[in-house]
């Protein structure tokens, strides 16, 4: 068996210790915040009022309506409301204004 001289072995050492330092850098970069985000360990897991943030609501203009919010639908083909009137007279003008539409 040949015998492989200090210095080179060396070399090599130096070179597998760096690409294991490099690799293992690589790899807390890439899978810490993941990791951070699955277990909710970071600073900011609470809400700025120190609420969770499964108890807060979206703001007005982004919160998704409740059904009670929404107008049932038998308001929507009454003739006798006002509302109901205003955009039947508004259909009236939009067609007069888009041709073969």
Do not use: W, Y
Not at 16 to 33: D, E, H, K, Q, S
Not at 71 to 80: G, V
């Amino acid at each position: 068996m040949k015998k492989i001289p200090k210095k080179k072995t060396q070399k090599i050492q130096n070179k597998i210790a760096t690409n294991l330092i490099a690799a293992t850098a690589f790899m807390v970069l890439l899978g810490g915040p993941a990791a951070i985000a699955q277990t909710g360990g970071g600073a900011g897991s609470q809400g700025a009022a120190g609420q969770s943030p499964v108890g807060r609501e979206a703001p007005v203009g982004h919160r998704q309506p409740r059904a009670d919010q929404v107008p049932s639908e038998k308001n929507l083909s009454d003739p006798n409301n006002p509302a109901n009137k205003e955009d039947l007279a508004l259909d009236r003008k939009i067609k007069s204004i888009c041709r073969g539409c």
